[in-house]
């Protein structure tokens, strides 16, 4: 039976391996940082062993282990990297196993930059590069205005003509919108009347065929390269999850992180092509499922365009039907 080797024996090895690699002058030191559970996977722990013999950086291995929950890791490991006299941290999870060139990121000295890692998040397979999807408080808002509805039940309360909304800050309701006839707005919505919401995100709709870096509004924490002056100017904790009055996650670690950033006045960019694996047990029905729909969306895409194309209307099956009859 192979021996166990355990990541701290692996860090050890990694760091002996960097230290005692010939650099170029100049190079840039590089924190690579690990939250695992005493498990990694085989492509991350050989590319890191190709990073320690690179010349083009000089990287400082280290692992975080059995840290819970996530944003309490990277917490502990942002601490960690402005302790070290590195410029920037790259944090991989161990169930990523990084695009080669990551590391690479590190010369296009952004604030904030990460890889493409897939997520599959309700039975929906997804680019960890994200936009500000359309803003959901002022949805809320307009169903409330409109009729005295309660568009999300999970996040806001009624009582009257006043409409309330949780605040993950202090745990609590607190007056939104007053429907009565001043109609004043209690507190600012969070979208500050760009009308895009900085807690609601979709997929970057430029990531498909883009060959260069996306200007986003977050990345996923997975894969990501974090300059030394974005952690030195921000605010601790830097990572933290949000949460309903539910106990549901509102606002995961990675989102907040990137939230707090642009509003330090930072920038956060993805790169598509420098895509990672992403280890995940799935529900195989639930890709099944995925497939069908992918499929039928794109038969009714195509649907569509012949119609506009040849301005021809295509009969549906019960048109049709009902036409032989």
Known sequence: MSELILPKEIEKKLN???????????????????????????GLVSKLFAWAQQRTYTP?????????????????????????????????DDDVDPHPALIDLASLDKDIVAGNTHCWINDELMSSIWQRAECEQCMV???????????????????????????????????????????????????????????????????????????????????MMIARRVMEKSRWPWFKFLYKESSEIMLTEDHYFCWQALEN?????????????????????AVQRKIIKSFEQGREYEKSNQQARSGIIIPTADEIASVVK
Not at 169 to 188: L, T
Not at 267 to 284: F, N, R, T
Request: with cysteine; proline share 4%.
């Open 16 to 42: 002996d391996v960097a230290q005692s690699t010939d650099r170029e002058t100049g190079v840039k030191n590089v924190f690579v940082g690990m939250p695992n559970m005493c498990t990694l996977n085989v």
């Open 60 to 92: 400082w291995f280290h692992f975080l282990t059995e840290k819970r929950p996530i944003d309490f890791a990277r917490n502990c490991l942002g601490q960690r990297f402005l302790d070290s006299k590195c410029d920037y941290m790259l944090m991989i």
């Open 141 to 223: 808002v307009e169903e409330f205005k409109k009729d005295g509805t309660n568009k999300d039940p999970s996040q806001y309360q009624v009582k009257g003509d006043m409409l309330y909304r949780w605040n993950p800050f202090i745990n609590s309701y607190s007056p939104f919108y007053d429907r009565s006839g001043s109609g004043a707005q209690k507190a600012k919505c969070r979208c500050k009347g760009t009308g895009f919401d900085p807690f609601v995100f979709r997929t970057h709709q430029q990531i498909i065929g883009e060959a260069g870096l996306l200007r986003a509004d977050s990345v996923g924490g997975a894969s």
């Open 265 to 285: 006045g930072f920038e956060v960019w993805g790169e598509p092509q420098l895509v990672c694996s992403h280890y995940k047990i799935l529900d195989l029905w």
